[in-house]
């Protein structure tokens, strides 16, 4: 090695060099900086003003500060080189690159990915069910933020569907814990004929602003986030933290933004006379999530929610800070001054249906309560390839569509879809039922509920026949992840006590509506047992059919009569089985 001396640009890196490494040790720490030479980040910042306050951070507080979730990728390597399942804060920490423990109701990881508004290509479809055979249990689900989740992975699987799921572009960072999950949109963005804004733009932006902000994987609970650009489909956006629903205003289309939504703790979005340009969704986005970081209850993660902040504050207040962050007033109208689209077609996700390029159309493609085996999605991705532009989308209704097939191509691709077993076609029961993952694969559950969701379209289709739609959800706890509040027929898992046994069960709930039929479901009948499920919801139904005024839907029906009077149609049911 030779002795030549260092360059002048040489001795100003290594200068550089060796400030940082000082820095790093301490000795050149700024003021208000981290140790380590680190300004502090939105995480830090925000429990160290919980403590500051007196307040005590919880368990999972403690452990997103003792190392950040996004650095503990080694952590979930290294068990799974070990092929160890994590333990539970381990888990919750985990859950930050997507994988969830599921067990004792599967000794798996779940993992659920992350696809905004649920628009994937035929190549990601294909990919998904290539993972689904070599990692998973061979079949992908379905879920009600139009997204996709892959179940019965081994231990040793887990980083593997990480990182090939990263490979298709899909991958699955923040989709669980205290994270923005999976943004909501339309699912007919751009080819709708009577949208009024094109989301997918957006969402695009929306996403990956998300998934590369460090600073806004420091939530302290889960957050979700959903845009209805208008059109057929519903996108039940008013159930989420924001609402972003499309306008027309007299100086061009907005946002109307609403904030809050949490059907769970039976809460829908509130309104704010907040309207956001499409240009200004990210920022506008952005400065509320920095806003909950810094406001959100760490102490208590019952209440740790954004609902919770705006019952604390106050909209206004709320609204104040945002605009602080900001650094300009958020644009204001009067509701009159909005003229929103058309209300969307309940049901509107099932069937053939023209789109706004001339002579092309989608096909609303019925799953059997959101399981498609990696058969189905290989050739789903196969169809949308040959017919349309390969293009497929997920919708909160656990379906799909398939997109831009020529009006010549439809009976081809509609008689390809019933080789594959499935239909474009479903009664008025069976294309709004809904039902989460149930005591089949979460812990949560108390009932199976696709098992039951499925036996239970069966005894009705075999026994009536209804002329309106109807929704029927099933979720399986109260985290109410199949969102049985905003149905028709909401129905809640429940232990029900039969002689000296506990057996799977359900409260009936009834009313329930989002959009045009805003309201949070009634309970009529408490532990229904599943088994009694059927003639009990049976007779509700024929109550309605026998009583109503002409043209009434089920939800009306129900706005007009009280929980007595309903609980005494569904209590006429027979114990009488198929």
């Not at 400030?19 to 790093?24: L, S």
């Not at 368990?59 to 997103?64: I, M, N, R, S």
């Amino acid at each position: 090695m030779t002795d030549m001396p260092f360059t002048t640009e040489q001795q100003e890196y290594l200068k550089g060099f060796m400030a940082g490494v000082e820095a790093r040790r301490g000795t050149l720490r700024p003021q208000g900086a981290e140790p380590g030479g680190m300004p502090p980040d939105a995480l830090r910042a925000a429990q160290d003003a919980t403590l500051a306050r007196g307040g005590a951070l919880t368990p999972q507080e403690e452990a997103k500060r003792a190392r950040h979730p996004l650095d503990r990728w080694d952590e979930i390597t290294a068990r799974a080189e070990a092929g160890v399942f994590p333990k539970p804060m381990d888990d919750f920490l985990g859950r930050w690159h997507g994988l969830f423990f599921v067990g004792p109701a599967q000794e798996a990881f779940m993992c659920r990915l992350r696809i905004p508004g649920g628009i994937l290509s035929a190549h990601q479809m294909e990919g998904i069910a290539a993972i689904a055979e070599a990692c998973a249990g061979g079949y992908a689900d379905i879920t009600t933020r139009a997204n996709l989740q892959l179940r019965e992975i081994p231990a040793a699987k887990g980083p593997e569907v990480v990182m090939r799921l990263g490979d298709l572009g899909l991958l699955p960072r923040g989709t669980g814990a205290d994270n923005v999950r999976n943004i909501t949109a339309s699912p007919t963005a751009g080819i709708d004929p009577a949208e009024v804004i094109d989301t997918r733009p957006i969402l695009r932006a929306l996403h990956h602003h998300i998934l590369h902000t460090r600073d806004l994987y420091a939530l302290p609970r889960k957050f979700n986030i959903a845009l209805a650009g208008g059109g057929r489909v519903e996108v039940l956006q008013e159930t989420n933290d924001i609402s972003l629903t499309a306008v027309e205003t007299e100086r061009g289309p907005r946002f109307r933004l609403a904030l809050g939504g949490i059907t769970g703790h039976r809460d829908f979005a509130r309104g704010t006379g907040v309207v956001v340009r499409p240009e200004e969704v990210v920022r506008v986005c952005d400065a509320i999530l920095r806003v909950f970081i810094a406001e959100g209850d760490r102490t208590d993660r019952r209440k740790a929610r954004l609902k919770y902040v705006l019952d604390r504050m106050g909209v206004e207040a709320f609204l104040a800070l945002v605009e602080q962050r900001l650094g300009a007033p958020l644009e204001r109208m009067e509701e009159a001054a909005l003229r929103p689209p058309a209300p969307p077609l309940k049901h509107g996700h099932v069937g053939v249906h023209p789109q706004k390029q001339a002579g092309l159309f989608y096909i609303g493609v019925v799953t059997p309560v959101g399981r498609l085996s990696a058969g189905r999605l290989r050739g789903l991705a196969d169809i949308a390839r040959r017919f349309g532009s390969g293009t497929l989308r997920l919708t909160v209704w656990q379906n799909l569509l398939l997109s831009d097939v020529p009006e010549a191509a439809l009976p081809a691709a509609l008689e390809a879809i019933a080789a594959l077993g499935l239909t474009h076609e479903a009664s008025a029961i069976r294309g709004g039922l809904v039902a989460c993952t149930g005591n089949a694969g979460c812990k949560f559950a108390a009932s199976n509920t696709k098992r039951h969701a499925a036996e239970l379209a069966d005894f009705l289709e075999a026994r009536l026949t209804l002329d309106r739609p109807i929704n029927i959800h099933l979720t399986g706890c109260h985290h109410s992840c199949a969102q049985h509040y905003v149905a028709d027929i909401g129905l809640l898992g429940a232990k029900v006590e039969r002689g000296e046994e506990m057996v799977e069960g359900y409260d009936l709930h009834v009313g329930g509506g989002a959009g045009p039929e805003q309201k949070i479901g009634r309970l009529i009948l408490p532990k229904v047992p599943a088994e009694a499920l059927g003639p009990r919801v049976l007779a509700l139904l024929q109550g309605w059919l026998a009583a109503r005024a002409p043209g009434e839907s089920f939800h009306a029906f129900c706005a007009r009569h009280e929980e007595a009077a309903l609980a005494a149609l569904a209590a006429a049911g027979t114990e009488e089985m198929a």
